[in-house]
């Protein structure tokens, strides 16, 4: 049987890290997304980096939880027929050691040069603005996807949510496309898993109520 896993923030709330909803949603008194705009890192590019530095200490400072282990045990029982497609930019998934997990919206331990396209693992050196180790130019930004930018690997979720038997969304409101309308592009069995209802639970065969650590290892075990 072959699954689609979809994660959103509610996965990573347990192990300590905010979700967009949280914090009715602000951070410093900003909108998240308006803060995770190209247009804000062109107008303020500081106040975008303080945004990503913080997140990237926090997340040195958070585990896995049993949501993030219960997925990587399905992938060591089902191998290549699970796929996570994580809306999240931490690496949670990976330190729990799932390794078929495909970041949608991209990366915060990750830099991208915008002058020679590079991509780097961000030194966690907090305030100071490393250039390019490769081109040298001060051009490094967080290799995330923006409000406005196109997703990475859409062909290839696109893919594998037409041939998958089962989708299952964990721990997202359904707010943000085109992760939002996944449920439409699975043609087969859809479950949601999450503590609140979504913007989009009517339009899973199945949704459950709870939080991830308790619904997630409840269905794979
Ligand atoms: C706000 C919204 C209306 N805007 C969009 O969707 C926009 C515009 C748009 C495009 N198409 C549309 C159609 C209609 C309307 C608008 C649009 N989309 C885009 O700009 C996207 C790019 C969007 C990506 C932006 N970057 C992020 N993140 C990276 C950066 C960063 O992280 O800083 S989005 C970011 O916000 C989203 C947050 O949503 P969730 O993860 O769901 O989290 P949230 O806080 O909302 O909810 C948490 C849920 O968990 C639950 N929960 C909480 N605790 C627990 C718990 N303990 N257990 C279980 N569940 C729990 C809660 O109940 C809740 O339901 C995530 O995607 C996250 O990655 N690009 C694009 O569309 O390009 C074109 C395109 C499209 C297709 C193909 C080719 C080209």
């Known amino acids: 049987m072959k699954i689609v896993v979809l994660t959103g923030a509610g996965i990573s709330a347990e192990s300590g890290l905010a979700t967009f909803r949280d914090a009715d949603g602000l951070w410093e008194g900003h909108d998240p997304m308006r803060v995770a705009t190209p247009e804000a890192f062109a107008a303020e590019p500081d106040l975008v980096h303080r945004f990503y530095d913080q997140r990237r200490a ?3 400072r958070v585990e896995p939880n049993a949501a993030h282990r219960a997925l990587a045990r399905l992938e060591a029982s089902v191998g290549d027929d699970l796929l996570v497609v994580t809306q999240n930019v931490d690496d949670l998934h990976e ?3 799932s390794e078929r997990v495909h970041h949608m919206h991209g990366r915060l331990r990750s830099a991208w040069c915008v002058a020679c396209g590079e991509r780097h693992d961000w030194e966690e050196t907090l305030g100071d603005r490393p250039p390019c180790p490769a081109c040298g130019s001060a051009s490094l930004r967080p290799d995330v996807v923006w409000f406005g930018e196109i997703p990475y690997g859409m062909d290839a979720v696109e893919e594998a949510l037409w041939e998958c038997d089962l989708f299952v969304a964990i721990g997202t409101s359904g707010q943000v ?8 592009w699975a043609r087969h069995d859809t479950l949601e898993l999450n503590l609140d209802a979504s913007s989009t639970s009517s339009d899973f065969a199945q949704a459950r109520r709870g939080p991830a650590t308790e619904l997630v290892p409840a269905w794979v075990d």
């Open 177 to 184: 496309y085109p992760a939002a309308a996944f449920v439409h």
């Open 58 to 60: 926090r997340l040195a």
């Open 95 to 97: 330190r729990a050691g």
